[in-house]
């Protein structure tokens, strides 16, 4: 979650259709007798957790389920009562088991005497004060309707005070997509509403994704699991909430932007701001709440280990920083603040354990970078790294240090990437094969693909699931409809997943072993961007979407010069197609361009959003082309829209 990304939508609506569901299959005995493993090796003595969750709790919705204005399904917490008051199936660790049920407990819950947060009615939590005329709502959830709902669930038991302030805490979609639910643009406008942020926050907002927003939301459906069915075989929790809401984002840009660790009064609340920019997110920002003597930590602390590295791709983290910014609100509240907070999971309700929680997070994050690099530095490769490092027992005992959403291996291995990038410095892996052309070569050395089966089999049949699964992929890739190999394959996967603590690699595990056996799901055609969103993207960010979508090989050889106009907004582009790269220049124009084009940015969104099509807005008027036509429309024919439901277990289409 750098967040989860924009293009959320588009991983929920997606639907398997090749071939019929494959019913899971059950726990090998290795699975088995490693899970339960488990409960001698962790404290599940230790209930306070359990404690904490339901403290406060004053209602919760009726059902679990949310519906949107169109009566669609957007929650559905009552698809996974099959965890309640059970203990862990031999198909799910125990510890995410835990964190499972945890993240089960749902509805309005009390913090103290005039605070009150949402929670268990979508990925992150909604928080509502009580101001002196009105309410502040920080970070209005994914999308509209759980937000919605959420305030509707607080109106239901509280005084019905209009919304006076929301504060996105930081530039994640699930913290800001759901504002739409809470409050609107007119109220905004007329002054009603201030909306504050942190600096940075409408740039990152929109920015992150856009460019490798595609490749980003397909990985995205591993990770989180999205097209996986809660079961005691399926999904049971992302670690980070229980799952993603399914809806339409919304965005309402910020009235206010709040100064670096200033102290500013919403609504007669007196709020003590503290940065942590460019760790779990570009733009985040704390806060401490002298009145209440809670300190929200937004997404900075969690009840377990975050994401250095996300798996379905981004920048890795800089978890020294992250370590540094902990330890700078224990500092500064550590000593003030009763209740701690934050916009996933549930409080630490005494001082003394929030500074304890606040040391253990702090020092999480330093352990895994310092003794990543210290191995790094005796010439230990990333793998080395994530076989071998080892949380000391005084962390790995601490539940809120256990590796649902992040985990120890693959965190390791991103502070190594940091740092080394993606080579290991061996010249034999400077420019190795192909990965499809390797694995056929590798099933090759191996003596054909009749003798790899009957070795992982053998192998599968003692419980190594790990080389199976990867001999496998060689063996998929080297013959994609080899069914034998994909069966084996995701036989192998789904053991993994079965004994993940992680929530994402349960995700991507059983994700993986569902497309290798009903192939991958079938995208539909999506907008990519809210209407919201398309607003604040800068017109530089859409070119940029132009240029990595150019088929570099049919733009061969052409040199192409477009100035491209948008009335509305006073804004001019020149536009540069040569050497098969295409570039721009803000604020000027060509004065022998090939093509001059002029539209309001108002067509532009239309056109961004699917509504209308670059020769119809020509043909309506919308759109003005002085010069060569040929010039723009072979530009456009240039570029090209990647597939949405491209494939991860087997070889891409050339």
Known sequence: MRYRPLLLTSILTASCTLNAFAEPKPAESYTAERNKAVLDDLPFANTQAFDDAKRGFIAEWPEGKVTDSEGKLAWNMAAYAFLNGKAAPDTVNPSLWRQAQLNAIHGLFQVTEGMYQIRGMDLANMTIIEGKTGLIIIDPLLTPATAKTGLDLYYQNRPQKPVVAVLYTHNHADHFGGVKG????????????????????????????????????????????????????????????????????????????????????????????????????????????????????????????????????????????WSHYIDKALERFGDRADILIAQHHWPIWEQKQAQHFLGVQRDLYKFIHDQSVRMMNKGHLAGDIAENIKLPKSLDQEWYARGYYGTLKHNARAIYQRYMGWYDANPANLDPLPPQQNAAKTISYMGGMDRVLEQARADFAKGEYRWVAWVMSQAVFAEPQNKAARELGADALEQLGYQAEAGTWRGAYLTGAQELRQGAPEARRGNGLSADLLQALEAGMFFDLLAVRLNAEKAEGRHLVINWSLTDIDEQYRLNLQNSTLTYRAGSLAENADASVSM???????????????????????????GNPKAFFGLLQLIEEPPANFAIIEPVAQ
């Open 182 to 321: 809470v409050i609107n643009e007119a109220d905004v406008r007329a002054g009603k509403v201030k909306v504050y942020a942190p600096y940075g926050f409408m740039q990152h907002a929109v920015s992150e994704n856009v460019i490798a927003g595609n490749a980003m939301a397909r990985r995205a459906t591993y990770q989180f699991g999205a097209q996986v069915p809660p079961g005691e075989r399926g999904h049971v929790d992302t670690g980070l909430g229980k799952a993603l809401a399914s809806g339409p984002l919304t965005l309402i840009a910020p009235t206010d932007t709040v100064p670096d660790d200033a102290t500013l009064t919403i609504d007669g609340i007196e709020i003590e701001f503290q940065m942590a920019h460019g760790t779990e997110a570009e733009s985040e920002m704390m806060m401490y709440f002298p009145q209440f003597k809670v300190l929200n930590t937004a997404e900075i602390t969690s009840q377990h280990l975050h994401n250095i590295y996300t798996i379905r791709g981004a920048a890795i983290r800089d978890a020294s920083a």
């Open 600 to 626: 309001t940015r108002g067509t532009l969104d239309r056109i961004l959003l699917r509504q209308l099509t670059f020769p119809d807005a020509v043909k309506a008027g919308d759109i003005s082309v002085e």
